[in-house]
């Protein structure tokens, strides 16, 4: 898979996650969006490291 596509497949995971997790808090945190954007951080990170370990079949 080349960099481009795990970069971008990263970058929707991340911003999914985000919008998620700061909608889902929204009520109960009044600052959700700093718990939502390191979410979606870490969520970028993990989709990345996964696709770049990943053997392609």
Wanted: hydrophobic fraction near 65%; avoid cysteine; proline fraction near 2%.
């Amino acid at each position: 898979m080349d960099l481009l596509r795990k970069i971008f497949l990263s970058t929707l995971v991340s911003v999914l996650m985000t919008v998620i997790v700061t909608a889902a808090l929204e009520e109960r945190i009044f600052f959700s969006a700093f718990v939502g954007i390191p979410a979606g951080i870490i969520a970028f990170l993990a989709v990345f490291a996964y696709l770049s370990l990943k053997k392609d079949k």
